[in-house]
């Protein structure tokens, strides 16, 4: 009596392989998102000359601790942090916007809890000492297609971190405002372009609940300067900043 042979059906096992490869990846890159890093993209030039529209960069989740921004949709598990941190001032930072919890906004955090932060004449004040500019060139800024040179500054924050801004005129409609006390548990921000910043000094924005962190801007990792899409490959070779790849976000 001839035994009958069962051949294993190749093309199905093949797909429930592929189908458990793509739930091992979905599952690790969800992992890394919520709780490593997390990539944006720059829409604004707010924080110009720091970062440009089209800059791609990783922002670190693990940094500030973790709250319910630190998950996907922003899912309303917990409150508060869990081992949170304060940042740094001078760092930069994505959190999402207090007035509606749901915008990403980006901005260098330089007033901590208990700060007075002012500006007068386009000079930042904390805890009433004026902070430390120097002239740092210009920086070509695009108006009506052409470019039009803008003052540069290195700022030096209390503890010594430096970074470049941008200010256009000392008189601008946020270069001179009051004080503002920042209460427990919030952040000050501002964007390095100075004037063309929605940031803490507006209403809208105002001072930035800790919980709101959603992390720290790392690294840029591509950039691109309207010419090209990070999802058409295709059109790297002319529209990639070379010069701006694999940079760390001071």
Same mark, same amino acid.
């Given at each position: 009596?001839?035994?009958? =042979?069962?051949?294993?059906?190749?093309?199905?096992?093949?797909?429930? /392989? @592929? =189908?458990?490869?793509?739930?091992?990846?979905?599952?690790?890159? =969800?992992?890394?998102?919520?709780?490593?890093?997390?990539?944006?993209?720059?829409?604004?030039?707010?924080?110009? !000359? @720091?970062?440009?529209?089209?800059?791609?960069?990783?922002?670190?989740?693990? &940094?500030?601790?973790?709250?319910?921004?630190?998950?996907? =949709?922003?899912?309303?598990?917990?409150?508060?942090?869990?081992?949170?941190?304060?940042?740094?001032?001078?760092?930069?930072?994505?959190?999402?916007?207090?007035? +509606?919890?749901?915008?990403?906004?980006?901005?260098?955090?330089?007033?901590?809890?208990?700060?007075?932060?002012?500006?007068?004449?386009?000079?930042?004040?904390?805890?009433?000492?004026?902070?430390?500019? /120097? !002239? &740092?060139?210009?920086?070509?800024?695009?108006?009506?297609?052409? &470019?039009?040179?803008?003052?540069? *500054?290195? /700022?030096?924050?209390?503890?010594?971190?430096?970074?470049?801004?941008?200010?256009?005129?000392?008189?601008?409609?946020?270069?001179?405002?009051?004080?503002?006390?920042? !209460?427990?548990?919030?952040?000050?921000?501002?964007? +390095?372009?100075?004037?063309? %910043?929605?940031? %803490?000094?507006?209403?809208?924005?105002?001072?930035?609940?800790?919980?709101?962190?959603?992390?720290?801007?790392?690294?840029?990792?591509?950039?691109?300067?309207?010419?090209?899409?990070?999802?058409? !490959?295709?059109?790297?070779?002319?529209?990639?900043? *070379?010069?701006?790849?694999?940079?760390?976000?001071?």
């Amino acid at each position: 009596m001839r035994e009958s =042979l069962v051949m294993p059906d190749r093309k199905s096992g093949g797909i429930r /392989e @592929t =189908l458990k490869t793509l739930v091992y990846a979905v599952g690790i890159a =969800l992992v890394v998102r919520t709780f490593a890093f997390e990539p944006f993209n720059i829409p604004s030039g707010s924080m110009k !000359p @720091t970062l440009l529209v089209g800059d791609y960069l990783f922002v670190s989740k693990f &940094a500030y601790g973790y709250s319910r921004f630190s998950l996907p =949709l922003g899912l309303p598990l917990f409150s508060g942090r869990v081992l949170e941190r304060l940042p740094e001032r001078g760092d930069v930072v994505v959190f999402k916007l207090p007035s +509606d919890n749901k915008t990403d906004y980006i901005k260098r955090v330089v007033g901590l809890p208990g700060d007075r932060v002012q500006v007068r004449d386009g000079v930042l004040y904390i805890n009433g000492e004026a902070v430390k500019l /120097e !002239p &740092a060139g210009e920086f070509d800024e695009e108006f009506d297609g052409r &470019a039009v040179p803008v003052p540069q *500054y290195r /700022e030096k924050l209390p503890g010594g971190r430096t970074h470049l801004i941008m200010d256009l005129t000392p008189t601008g409609s946020l270069d001179n405002t009051g004080v503002f006390h920042v !209460p427990p548990g919030h952040i000050f921000a501002m964007g +390095d372009n100075r004037d063309n %910043s929605l940031d %803490s000094r507006v209403e809208n924005v105002g001072f930035i609940p800790v919980e709101n962190l959603i992390g720290r801007a790392e690294l840029l990792f591509f950039s691109v300067n309207g010419h090209a899409s990070f999802w058409e !490959p295709w059109t790297w070779p002319w529209g990639i900043r *070379y010069d701006r790849l694999f940079r760390l976000i001071q």
